[in-house]
Every structure is written in C-alpha cells, then in structure tokens.
C-alpha cells in the first residue's frame, strides 16, 4: 500500500515536472511545457495546448508576462490578433506556432507562441490563457518560463609570475547569458579561485574574471560555461619562471591567450633601432614575399601558418601606422628599451593556445640584417584589456 502511493505520488511529481493543468472539470483546458529554453537571437516555440484538443479559432487567446494580462505580448479574439494592446517590444517577433511537427495548429488547439529573435528582455515567465464566451467552458492558464542563453568567449587566461614559484593565474570570459559557472582545474583536481567576480555590459551579458595563485610547473585549466552547453575552455602549461633574453628585470606579466602579437612590436622596434645604424651602411634589398626562415626551419613553422591582419587603426599611442608600416612613435617609451605589450597592436585572428607561425615584414628596403631578422620559436604573448596591458617573454 505504501509502496503504490509512493508510486502515484513520484507520478505526480514527475508529472507536474513537464507538465501543468489546471483541471477544471468539463472546460477548457491547457497544458504547457514548463521549461524552454534558446539561444539569444534564434526562434523559439512555448509550446501550449488544449485538452481534450478543440479548434481555438472561436476562444480568447492571451499570451502575457507576469502582471502584464492588460497588454499582452499576443492578443488573439474575435478570429484575429488584436494588436492595439500588444506589447511593443514583441511587435513582429510573435505568432501562433506548432507545439511539435504533428499539432494540427489553432483549428487542433494548440496555442503555442512562436518567439523570434529572442532578447535578453525575452528571459522569464510567460502566461498562455484561454477563455471561452461559453459559460461552460469557462477559462484556463498555464506557465511556461524561457531561459535564453548566450555562450561566451573564449576563456582568457595571463599569468604573473610572484615570488617563491607562485604564478597568479587569472581567467576572463565575456559575453554570458546567464550567469556562466567558471571552474579551474590543474591536472589532478578542481582549485578554488581566490576570487571569482561577475559584471554586466551594457547589452546585458556577462563578464566573469577570476584568480588564483598556483606554483610553477603545473597545468592549468579555466573553464567557463552555462548549463546544458558546451564549456569552453583555456588550459595552459606553467614554466619555470621565465627569463627575458634582453637581460633586463624579470618582474612583470606573462600573459598567453593572444588577441596581441607583441612579437610584431619587438620587431618594430629592431627594426627602428637598426634603420638608423642602417642608413649610413647602405640599403640590403629583401623581397616582401620572400619566406624569412631557413626551409626546414620553415617547413615545420609553416604547418601553424596564420595569416594575421594588423589591427588599421591602433590606439595605442606608442604605435603609429604610415603607408601601411608599422612604426614606434616618437616619444619616450615607460618601459625604456624593453619591449612589452604597451607596444602591442592587436591582430586577428586571435588564438588562445597552440603553436601559430606568422611572418612579419620588415619593409623594402631597410630589412634588420643577418640572422636577426627573425625571432623563431619563442615568441611574446601578452595581453590588453581596459585596465592595461602586461608582457613578458615566454
Ligand atoms: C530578427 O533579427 C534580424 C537581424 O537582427 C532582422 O534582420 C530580422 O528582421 C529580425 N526579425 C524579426 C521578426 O524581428
Ligand atoms: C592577481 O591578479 C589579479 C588581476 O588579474 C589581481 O586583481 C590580484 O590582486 C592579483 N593577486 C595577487 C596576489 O597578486
């Protein structure tokens, strides 16, 4: 006996799950499906029907969010939408649509709202009514809530190396909707973040950036996601601290997870230095197009081939474009002769991991001469955001 009324009650319950009715006895009818969710910008159905099924061409059909039952998002009487009432931010996005590929429509009851375009705003509860001029038939409503979603960017992960071995690892994603989950992870087990915040853009998505501080020599993994998608993750190796080759003081940021090619810079910076030296030696004439590696050098690099576009219009005051070349401007550089990533222009595409072989060219005329026209291997990786930008050679 206790056994059979557990059985009814889990039927119950796994039924109010998907659906839910409102029984009254000889009227109308609804039913929904409670929970649907889709992906900003796309289509989307909630589906709602009547049963025992029955044309709704005659009813009252109302489609509304909480508290808003006087202007309806969709308004349909008397055989037509009634638009005067309708809420103008639906206007053009909404119609009847089909609960599944076999519903018969309005005329088979089924009263389900066909979303277009779905929007942030979109994300909340939404009310099917129906009601019948008929006294018998009388009224029924039911609830449907709409998640909508919006996967982000791809995890951003920098590094800055502390004292004692300690790396501060940071992660950053945007563009989430809803509020993403972010989970870091070393090879062995899950860390907890020493600090994991979330911001609003102005469109309404989030931002998520988060820290920690982990040793050296270990790997790493950031990954951010919202439920039922895809994660998407940044990992990366941790080194021993890392030493730059012009010599100077280590202290600074290790940043991978490129949108920047710092690389470009130091290039650039060469190459100013030496066109100086250059232009009382004469000219070396290279052609653009001419590969820069020796080939067998060139035959591995060329597998990670990228073609980068620079970015037009920099906005970095240390950088200026002239005839389509890159230059330093003139003026006092805060990190000396160094190159770091306030040098740094952006480039796409970007990547977050992996090996990339791109070629940069140093002008016509005025090449850096001999074996140093050409860094290979190592390259800097660094990384700008609003707060500023950090590099380091790695
Ligand atoms: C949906 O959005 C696209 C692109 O933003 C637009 O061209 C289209 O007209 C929109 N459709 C509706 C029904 O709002
Ligand atoms: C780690 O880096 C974040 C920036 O990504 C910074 O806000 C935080 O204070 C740093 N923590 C330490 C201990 O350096």
Known sequence: M???????????ALGVSLCTAAPVSGGLQVFVTTHVSVQRGHTTTLPCWLNPPQSAEGLEVRWFRPDHFESPIMFYREERFQDSSQQASYMGRVSFGLKDAASGGLTAGDLSLRLQNATIEDAGDYTCYVSSDLSDQGYDRASVSLTVTEMGTSPLLSAEWKEDHMVNMSCESEGWYPEPSLRWSDQKQVLTPESLKYSKDSSGLLFVHSWLLVSS????????????KEPKEARVRLENHPQPESGSSAAGWVAFALLLIAMLVLLGVLYYKKREKKDKSGNVHTD??????????LSTASKFYVNVTLDKNPTNQYLRIKNGILRDAQCDFPDGEKVTCL?????????????????????KKDPIVGSQNVLVGRSYKCNCHPSGCFSKYI
């Open 288 to 297: 653009e197009n001419h590969a820069l590696l020796p080939k067998e050098v």
């Open 343 to 363: 040098t740094a222009i952006k480039g796409t595409p970007g990547f977050s991991s992996g090996q990339h072989y791109w070629e940069v060219s140093l002008g």
């Open 2 to 12: 206790g056994a059979l009324m557990m059985h009814v009650w889990l039927a119950a």
């Open 217 to 228: 020599s270990t790997e790493v993994s950031c990954t951010v996601g919202i439920s039922n």
